[in-house]
């Protein structure tokens, strides 16, 4: 159970091109997601955190009209990369929690790699 | 404000052997406490948590680890170590008395069995 997808897997784009990522929680509802971003041989940085129906929380230094967020149900959410350049190209990861306890572990979907040309 | 440090980069370990990875944390109140791993393009897989309760906790694929709230650490553990088990792991906290949702993640341990 608690299975997340996430997709694609690898995109590869140009310049100025924007990209969608989905991420669905395939078997329970979640009414947090979860944004991250990993760097080569660097721990998971959160972007966002997604919350259905309602506007999603940046963290610091993350640009939210560069990183759109849209958590319209309870099973997904889309991170949409406007006008990409090559300093996004990233390692991009969503999670989800299940939306009764707080002491659920996020699970998480198996990342995007974007490379930006 | 909540923290985890993982002290080694990289632990190498014999296959057969027991393993140990190191975790220590930082929060205002009590602590939730996970480790994932994460297999090379993959995203991460959840091993273990910690809620409440017994100290130490058995989580998926033989690995287990202890709770130590006097020396704030969460060791993860394994009593035998798999050729299988190389990956990346990384272990986190939520801060549970102060109602925040992110978890907090330490800069990963890289585990390499060796045959």
């Known amino acids: 159970g608690a299975v997340v997808s996430q997709h694609p897997s690898r995109v590869i784009c140009k310049s100025g091109t924007s990209v969608k990522i989905e991420c669905r929680s395939l078997?329970?509802?979640?009414?947090?997601m979860f944004w991250y971003r990993q760097f080569p041989k660097k721990s998971l940085m959160l972007m966002a955190t997604s919350n259905e129906g309602s506007k999603a929380t940046y963290e610091q230094g993350v640009e939210k009209d560069k990183f759109l967020i849209n958590h319209a149900s309870l099973t997904l959410s889309t991170l949409t990369v406007t006008s990409a350049h090559p300093e996004d190209s990233s390692f991009y990861i969503c999670?989800?929690?299940?939306?009764?306890?707080?002491?659920?572990?996020?699970?998480f979907g198996d990342g995007t790699r974007l490379s930006i040309l | 404000a909540q923290s985890v440090a993982q002290p080694e980069d990289q632990v190498n370990v014999a296959e057969g052997n027991p393993l140990t990875v190191k975790c220590t944390y930082s929060v205002s109140g009590n602590p939730y406490l996970f480790w994932y791993v994460q297999y090379p393009n993959r995203g991460l897989q959840f091993l273990l948590k910690y809620i409440t309760g017994d100290n130490l906790v058995k989580g998926s694929y033989g690995f287990e680890a202890e709770f130590n709230k006097s020396q704030t650490s969460f060791h993860l553990k394994k009593p035998s170590a798999l050729v299988s088990d190389s990956a990346l792991y990384f272990c986190?906290?939520?801060?549970?008395?102060?109602?925040?949702?992110?978890?907090?993640f330490g800069t990963g341990t890289r585990l390499t069995i060796i045959p």
């Open positions: 078997d329970f509802q979640a009414t947090t």
């Open positions: 999670s989800a929690r299940v939306s009764q306890g707080g002491n659920q572990p996020q699970h």
């Open positions: 986190a906290v939520r801060d549970r008395d102060f109602g925040n949702e992110k978890l907090t």
